[in-house]
């Protein structure tokens, strides 16, 4: 699932857009800056330090908080794996604060990251119809 690009195709033939993944942010140089070839200790513990992931779940939540203001997203589309146990709590916490206070409608998709034929396509993507008939 978390490589299945054809996920984010489906949003699309839907009619609708996937603007930015969260991990994009902690996983690029959107957080702690790129890294420098001169100081490359200093800038690795720089964006480890930075990273939405190690840190109090208050910063990640109002990371995702941001994002959705600055995009003015209709909806919210969180991804929890199942062997991703440091993820699993703080999507649940996402889930339940920062979607209920947006007001925004949020669609919740669990799955093994790692093993393919752990997750049914099919219903992931009646999943996504459902959450794209939501948002209108």
Known sequence: VNYDLGLFRRFEELGAVVLHWERDCSYTGSYGGLLDPDNPLESMARKMASNLYNGALENRMAAVKRLA?????????????????????????IKEGVARELGLPLLFLEADSVASRSYDPDSLDQEIQDFVEVLG
């Open 69 to 93: 203001g600055r995009l003015k997203v209709d909806g919210l589309v969180l991804y929890n794996s199942w062997p991703c146990k440091r993820l699993a709590g703080s999507q649940r916490a």
